[in-house]
């Protein structure tokens, strides 16, 4: 078990100043770019087992620059299975003391245990990443063994089993179908072995799908990456758990950038899913989704704001009893987001010629730009109603 309560960051990266407690499920991170978020995971990251992120000293950091992070955990955690006696920690690392003689990062107190892993944005990208390249190596080979009667073990059966059902619960028309080695045997003698190595350790996932079964290759991206998540989050607590059911982790999952090439409808589903693929984990992860943030509790959100732009003091917003459930996506982008305007620059342009027809009184002015502003808006929009409202007085001076 391990849980992070919170953390404080003083002067790393861009950030200068941070404090921020985490709640025991879902943990939602969003605001602008740039503003720390990957960062807030970085230094949780390089908290445990020597794992260190990309953390820096701020250029412009005076004082000592360090984070500190508090939690609880199972006192021997790492070690052993069988005593479970609970602890709670505090660490403090402090950057400056850190570098070992080749000007490398070494956290010597780093924290010690097997329950956090890590999704950074190189899931998709980065070849070094142990999820990466990776569907169709890693995550389909692991499948493959899970599957196989073979290499596999009773204790494998039900992360299997929930692996598979991941695809139906994506979409209900899609199913497992099979798993095959891609090796058949034969011609590979000539090959080099590491490149024989590869080859034996590669296999293909088939899909059913309303069209027939076809390899998983062949899918959507957004299908591929949310199973890229789920599958990836099976396959790297399951070694360290144990085997245990994966629906068991009570560990910690870091996610940057959960949305990262999902369409909207697949962003609340996969969050759906992650609540019943691990009910009993905590999640940290980042944002940049509206729609995620919109259906979320509001222990989940936490919205990160300048609290003082010039020294970059960030603080976390409040967002009232209900989350944002009652927000709309325009208001989120505007206010948790950032985004100074939603609307194009042409569009805001013209709204702008059209307000100062309205001051002067230009009446055919005003019904020309009228005229392009009602053919740009969505056809449902109310603003529409309201600058007809506006028009109205100067209709009356014009009869
Ligand atoms: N050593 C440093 N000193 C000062 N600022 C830095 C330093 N290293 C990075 N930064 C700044 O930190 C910011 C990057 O922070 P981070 O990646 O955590 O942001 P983010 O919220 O994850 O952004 P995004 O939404 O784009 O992913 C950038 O604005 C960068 O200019
Ligand atoms: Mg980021």
Avoid at 26 to 34: A, D, K
Avoid at 80 to 97: D, G, M, P
Wanted: contains cysteine; charged residues 25%.
């Amino acid at each position: 078990m391990l849980r992070i309560n919170s953390i404080s960051i003083n002067g790393i990266n861009g950030i200068e100043k941070l404090g921020l407690s985490f709640n025991d499920g879902f943990n939602l991170i969003c605001g602008n770019n740039g503003i720390g978020k990957t960062t807030i995971l970085d230094c949780i990251a390089s908290s445990f087992n020597r794992n260190s992120g990309e953390v820096r000293k701020n250029v412009k950091f005076k004082g000592e620059a360090h984070w500190t992070i508090e939690g609880d955990m199972d006192d021997n955690s790492f070690i052993s299975h069988t005593s479970r006696v609970e602890k709670s920690f505090k660490e403090k690392f402090n950057l400056e003391e850190q570098l070992d003689t080749n000007g490398r990062i070494r956290y010597h107190n780093a924290i010690r245990t097997k329950d956090i892993v890590n999704f950074s944005i190189a899931r998709t990208t980065n070849r070094r990443s142990k999820v990466a390249p990776s569907f169709s190596s890693h995550i389909q080979y692991w499948m493959y063994k899970n599957d196989d009667s073979i290499l596999s073990s009773v204790k494998r059966a039900e992360n299997s089993r929930i692996a598979k059902e991941c695809f139906s619960r994506l979409n209900p028309v899609t199913q497992f179908s099979k798993v095959v080695l891609r090796y058949e045997g034969g011609e590979d003698d000539k090959l080099s072995p590491p490149e024989r190595i590869r080859k034996r350790n590669s296999a293909d996932i088939y899909v059913n799908t309303p069209t027939g079964e076809i390899p998983f290759d062949f899918l959507s991206s957004g299908y591929r990456a949310c199973l890229t998540i789920l599958l990836g989050i099976i396959s790297q607590t399951e070694v360290t758990s144990g085997y245990k059911s994966v629906q068991l982790f009570d560990g910690v999952i870091l996610i940057d950038e959960l949305d990262l090439h999902l369409h909207p409808a697949w962003q609340a589903k996969l969050i759906e899913i992650l609540r019943w693929l691990i009910p009993n984990a905590q999640i940290i992860a980042t944002t940049h989704s509206p729609h995620i943030i919109q259906v979320a509790k509001q222990e989940e959100v936490i919205a990160l704001a300048y609290q003082k732009p010039e020294v970059n003091e960030i603080s976390q917003k409040s967002v009232g009893e209900y989350g944002l459930q009652g927000w709309t996506i325009e208001e989120i982008l505007q206010d948790i987001m950032g985004m100074e305007d939603v609307h194009s620059q042409k569009f805001k342009e013209i709204l702008d010629d059209f307000s100062k027809a309205l001051t002067n009184l230009e009446t055919q002015k005003a019904e020309d730009y009228y005229k392009i502003i009602d053919s740009m808006l969505h056809p449902e929009n109310h603003l529409r109603k309201l600058l007809k409202l506006q028009m109205a007085p100067l209709e009356k001076i014009k009869k």
